[in-house]
């Protein structure tokens, strides 16, 4: 983590070149090398190595102050003081409470009133359970953006919470497709009854780039 946040989530030469490393061992390996090996190990990397980068880009590399966080005001100095309280840990730390709120909400009306499957990549979930989870997650951004006073605008902050839940929904599916391709029902047994570590981060691998996205490209172009 110390290194990913002197480069502020900057990986693209490392993963370039760890991709390249990973293409020459394959050929070089006894056998007939198959190009399904290739292409799993080069997604693995940009999957598990870049996506997970742009969090650390969200963090760290907004360094705007927010300063219409009142909080921030009276943050302790021994904490790091109003410079603390910059526009990526604020980004951050709704993004995280939204993903949290989505998960929660879809699980439990899912389990108590789902009733219409949502795809068969994943069986157990329902489209009542996706509404749920992408209400809790928008009144949870909505609520937050009034808090710390950002993102400024109810359209912002409405934008802001559905494309969190689309990046969540998005990541949870996906980890799915790969259970089911590998022909497992968890990722890993490390964490016992959670369905393993991949299944407990799934929600935010791809959520930190789209949140970085909007609010390093959407906010300053459309400016709502």
Not at 12 to 26: C, E, G, K, M, R
Not at 161 to 183: P, Q, T
């Amino acid at each position: 983590m110390p290194i990913l946040t002197l480069y502020y989530g900057h990986m693209d030469v490392t993963v370039t070149f760890s991709a390249f490393l990973i293409a020459i061992s394959l050929l070089l390996q006894r056998g007939n090398p198959r190009f399904a090996q290739l292409t799993s190990s080069v997604f693995g990397l940009f999957y598990c190595g870049y996506l997970p980068s742009f969090w650390v880009k969200l963090r760290s590399g907004l360094a705007a102050p927010a300063l219409n966080t009142k909080i921030a005001y009276s943050w302790p100095i021994l904490l790091g003081g109003q410079a603390h309280w910059t526009v990526g840990l604020v980004a951050t730390l709704i993004s995280i409470s939204s993903i949290i709120a989505a998960d929660t909400s879809a699980f439990l009306c899912g389990r108590a009133f789902g009733r219409t499957p949502l795809t068969d990549v994943s069986p157990k979930k329902t489209l009542e359970g996706a509404l749920a989870g992408l209400t809790g997650c928008v009144l949870t951004t909505v609520l937050l953006s009034a808090v710390l006073r950002w993102p400024r605008s109810l359209l912002s902050a409405t934008a802001y919470g559905i494309l969190i839940f689309l990046g969540s929904l998005f990541g949870d599916l996906v980890e799915s497709l790969i259970k089911r391709d590998a022909g497992v029902k968890d990722s890993g047994s490390l964490i016992p009854g959670h369905g393993g570590i991949l299944d407990r981060v799934d929600s935010y691998v791809f959520t930190g780039a789209l949140c970085y996205s909007f609010v390093k490209v959407a906010l300053p172009l459309y400016g709502v």
